[in-house]
């Protein structure tokens, strides 16, 4: 069975960094996508980033603008951590820590979401 534990999150001043962490246990092969995708109130959800870790390539989305940073972490297998500086009010949001055998962009790399936690960034 896959399970998804999250962990991170919290409340920032604007300019402030957090970290997310997300471990992904269950899956049997090494080709296994990790990301996040985030709700805002009274918004969509919307991807925000997807590391593939059969290839180590990561995805970020237009809003990032080179403030996020995802890695695999070295010492637990199917664990990402998401690395977010210079955090603006925007990035106020429900962080959703989904999975699934990857690529990234494949049919199958959401399949397993798990549950959300709160970025709160105050201006």
């Known amino acids: 069975e896959v399970q998804l534990q999250a962990s991170g999150g919290g409340l920032v001043q604007a300019g402030g960094s957090l970290r997310l962490s997300c471990a992904a246990s269950?899956?049997?092969?090494?080709?296994?996508?990790i990301g996040w995708f985030r709700e805002a109130p009274g918004k969509q959800r919307e991807g925000v980033v997807c590391?593939?870790?059969?290839?180590?390539?990561?995805?970020y989305a237009d809003f990032v603008e080179g403030r996020f940073t995802i890695s695999a972490d070295g010492n637990a297998k199917n664990t990402v951590v998401l690395e977010m500086n210079n955090l603006r009010p925007e990035d106020t949001a429900l962080y959703y820590c989904?999975?699934?055998?990857?690529?990234?962009?494949?049919?199958?790399?959401?399949?397993?979401w798990g549950r959300g936690t709160l970025v709160t960034v105050s201006s």
């Open positions: 269950g899956f049997t092969v090494d080709d296994v996508a």
């Open positions: 590391l593939s870790l059969g290839d180590g390539k990561a995805y």
């Open positions: 989904t999975a699934g055998l990857g690529p990234c962009g494949s049919t199958t790399y959401t399949d397993y």
